[in-house]
C-alpha cells in the first residue's frame, strides 16, 4: 500500500490534479472489479451448492422407488 500512498502524495504534491483524478478512477475500477469478482465467486459457489443439494434430492427419490419397488415385490410373492 506504501506505493499507492506515494504515487497519490506526488501526484497531489505536484499539482497534477488530472492525473491524480485519473490515479483516483483506477483505484475505484480495482475496487470495483474486486467486488465484482467476488460477487461471481459466491453466485458460482451457491450454484453449486444448490445442484448438489438437488442431485441428493433424486438420489433419495431414486432410493425411494428403488425400496418401494423392492417392498411390493415381496408382497406380491
Do not use: C, H, P
Request: charged share 20%; no cysteine.
Amino acid at each position: 500500500m506504501g506505493l499507492f500512498n506515494q504515487i497519490r502524495k506526488s501526484l497531489i504534491k505536484n499539482g497534477n490534479v488530472g492525473n491524480y483524478l485519473f490515479y483516483a478512477i483506477g483505484e475505484i475500477l480495482i475496487v470495483i472489479i474486486g467486488i465484482f469478482l467476488a460477487i461471481q465467486f459466491n453466485n458460482w459457489n451457491e450454484n453449486r451448492k444448490t445442484d448438489k443439494a438437488i442431485e441428493n434430492v433424486f438420489l433419495e427419490i431414486q432410493n425411494n422407488l428403488e425400496n418401494n419397488s423392492q417392498a411390493s415385490e415381496s408382497f406380491s410373492k
